[in-house]
């Protein structure tokens, strides 16, 4: 069974730093495609971003709205993915959740396995 | 970008009802459109992959299909535990978006 664990939420002002970990465990990491999902307080839920595979390039992608400001990266000798988010602003509160995202095939792009989230809290 | 609306916003309903919510793309787009479950301060639940294909372990009483730019999430008889908050998801291109989702409550 995939277990995703995301860690290192808590609050911080505007314009400051937090860095998000997710640890995997019963999947294939390092085949494994990752994304970052976010959820306002009361709001739907928003991409962030995926992280390829290195197999796969390991390449980045991400919402304009965190676009240079946001870095996902991976450590596939410890199965462990991260999100390092700078500046944040206000608007950055919420739940962050990791995902593993299906690699292109049948399940391309689709969100199978989630962790219970991280909670980033942005307040002066 | 491409949008993804979601209707109604909400709707009530009582169990054994069947339940139809709609997700429609601002532009045309491939069949890679997921469908989620979530209940509250829960994550979410991959329900339906590729517009139609259901997730492993998801009751067949959940079913997607897809015209042109509108694709659809069929719950044919609602159960007690299906009430919750249900989005789509686009993968088409990027950004890789949701709908603003769709909150099932008890009538």
């Known amino acids: 069974e995939v277990q995703l664990v995301e860690s290192g939420g808590g609050l911080v002002k505007p314009g400051g730093s937090l860095r998000l970990s997710c640890a995997a465990s019963g999947l294939s990491f390092t085949d494994a495609w990752m994304i970052w999902v976010r959820q306002a307080p009361g709001k739907g839920l928003e991409w962030v971003g995926r992280?390829?595979?290195?197999?796969?390039?390991?390449?980045?992608d991400y919402a304009p709205p965190v676009r240079a400001r946001f870095t996902i990266s991976r450590d596939d000798s410890k199965n462990m993915l991260f999100l390092q988010m700078n500046s944040l602003k206000l608007e950055d509160t919420g739940m962050y959740y990791c995902?593993?995202?299906?690699?292109?095939?049948?399940?391309?792009?689709?969100?199978?396995?989630w962790g219970q989230g991280t909670l980033v809290t942005v307040s002066s | 970008d491409i949008q993804m609306t979601q209707s109604p916003s909400s709707v009530s309903a009582s169990v054994g009802d069947r339940v139809t919510i709609t997700c429609r793309a601002s532009?045309?787009?491939?069949?890679?459109l997921a469908w989620y479950q979530q209940k509250p301060g829960k994550a979410p639940k991959l329900l339906i992959y590729?517009?139609?294909n259901l997730q492993s372990g998801v009751p067949s009483r959940f079913s997607g299909s897809a015209s042109g730019t509108d694709f659809t999430l069929t719950i044919s008889s609602l159960q007690p535990e299906d009430f919750a908050t249900y989005y789509c998801?686009?993968?088409?291109?990027?950004?890789?978006?949701f709908g603003q989702g769709t909150k099932v409550e008890i009538k």
């Open positions: 992280i390829k595979s290195k197999t796969d390039d390991g390449t980045t």
């Open positions: 532009q045309v787009i491939t069949s890679w």
């Open positions: 590729a517009a139609s």
């Open positions: 995902a593993t995202v299906g690699r292109p095939g049948f399940t391309y792009g689709s969100f199978a396995s």
């Open positions: 998801q686009q993968a088409d291109s990027f950004p890789w978006t």
